[in-house]
């Protein structure tokens, strides 16, 4: 089995292919959860998966696992609900929606404070 460099444990780390250490930035904490997900990654790797192919199946299952909440950002959680999706609906659309709808609140917020929304 081919190891994974520092640099690419970083990357995965950065892309949130695998979880963040624990422990401090000089002295990182790696775990057996930390090494089973860098050996998933390199089995999806080994079957032809870009990363990107291997984070929207990570999404995918986190979506599934979490109740389709998505930390985007402090303070802004996108939920989905699976079930109510239409079977044709794509990511980008979803994105168009969640877009148009962030946009209207910040412009309520902008115009007439915390109260407006």
């Known amino acids: 089995m081919v190891a994974e460099t520092p640099r690419q444990i970083r990357y995965l780390i950065a892309e949130g292919i695998i979880p963040p250490p624990g422990g401090s930035r000089t002295r ?3 775990g ?6 860098v050996h998933r990654y390199r089995a999806l790797r080994d079957q032809g998966l870009k990363p990107s192919g291997i984070r929207a199946l990570l999404l995918a299952e986190s ?16 939920t989905i609900d ?5 079977p044709d609906i794509r990511p980008h659309d979803i994105g168009d929606l969640a877009r148009a709808a962030l946009e209207h609140i ?3 917020l902008a115009e007439g404070g915390p109260d407006a929304v």
């Not at 979506?63 to 996108?78: E, I, K, M, S, Y």
């Open 28 to 30: 990182p904490d790696y």
């Open 82 to 86: 699976p079930a109510l999706l239409p």
């Open 32 to 37: 057996p959860a930390h090494v089973a997900a």
């Open 106 to 108: 910040l412009n309520q």
């Open 63 to 78: 979506l599934a696992r979490d109740g389709g909440q998505f930390a985007l950002a402090p303070g802004v959680t996108l």
